[in-house]
């Protein structure tokens, strides 16, 4: 079975950053794209940004443009998360996941959800 592990979360100022990342044990994506998606207490899960594994293409929630950087290593089969210019909104517990392509996986993904890796925003 494969294994993820999502990391990097943690407490930061407002105006801070922090990268994430999301580590699977096998790559089983190659024609495939990941994603970050996140939760707030209180609310439904959300879209952040995916990331085509083969071609690097990105696709953007409008909150985390100009913020918020996808990329892969696709060496270490770790999907990576970096987040500047935090606000307090951006406080959530942050997921990973795989889905059909990056139009797509913001509505359907196809694995489980992990435990995730906590994001507190400092206002």
């Known amino acids: 079975q494969v294994q993820r592990v999502e990391s990097g979360g943690g407490l930061v100022q407002a105006g801070g950053s922090l990268k994430l990342s999301c580590t699977y044990s096998?790559?089983?994506?190659?024609?495939?794209?990941l994603a970050w998606f996140r939760q707030a207490p209180g609310k439904e899960r959300e879209f952040v940004a995916a990331?085509?594994?083969?071609?690097?293409?990105?696709n953007y929630a409008n909150f985390a443009k100009g913020r918020f950087t996808i990329s892969r290593d696709k060496t270490k089969n770790t999907l990576i998360l970096q987040m500047s210019s935090l606000r307090h909104e951006d406080t959530a517990v942050y997921y990973c996941?795989?889905?059909?392509?990056?139009?797509?996986?913001?509505?359907?993904?196809?694995?489980?959800w992990g435990q995730g890796t906590q994001v507190t925003v400092i206002a």
């Open positions: 096998e790559r089983t994506f190659d024609t495939n794209a």
């Open positions: 990331i085509s594994w083969s071609r690097g293409t990105t």
């Open positions: 996941n795989v889905g059909q392509n990056i139009s797509t996986v913001s509505r359907r993904v196809f694995g489980s």
